[in-house]
Nanobody, 121 residues
Framework: QVQLVESGGGLVQVGGSLRLSCVVSGSIFRINYMRWYRQAPGNQRELVAAITSGGSTTYADSVKGRFTISRDNAKRTVYLQMNSLKPEDTAVYYC???????????????WGQGTQVTVSS
């Protein structure tokens, strides 16, 4: 069974930093894309950052220059380094990955349970 487990959330003051991690466990062949989403109360879930298997990255305009996504394929882990945090970054952050369980299988979407990030002013 494929599982994604996030860690690293918490409470931080404005201007502070946090580093989120997400580990993929289970029997798999390959991790394709890895992404971070967030959802604030009353808002839709939005894409924050994404990284391909080749290392290409994309970011939401609201986090460009402040957040950095990276991955360690050997550890099956994706990271989100968040700097210069603002109150509007407060949300539950979700890890998302496209996984091939075996070489002939399609890419299947998996989600973590989410980790709370709260930025206090």
């Amino acid at each position: 069974q494929v599982q994604l487990v996030e860690s690293g959330g918490g409470l931080v003051q404005v201007g502070g930093s946090l580093r989120l991690s997400c580990v993929v466990s289970g029997s798999i062949f390959r991790i394709n894309y890895m992404r971070w989403y967030r959802q604030a109360p009353g808002n839709q879930r939005e894409l924050v950052a994404a990284i391909t298997s080749g290392g290409s990255t994309t970011y939401a305009d609201s986090v460009k220059g402040r957040f950095t996504i990276s991955r360690d394929n050997a550890k099956r882990t994706v990271y989100l380094q968040m700097n210069s945090l603002k109150p509007e970054d407060t949300a539950v952050y979700y890890c998302n990955a496209g996984v091939m369980k075996v070489v002939t299988s399609p890419v299947t979407d998996y989600w973590g349970q989410g980790t709370q990030v709260t930025v206090s002013s």
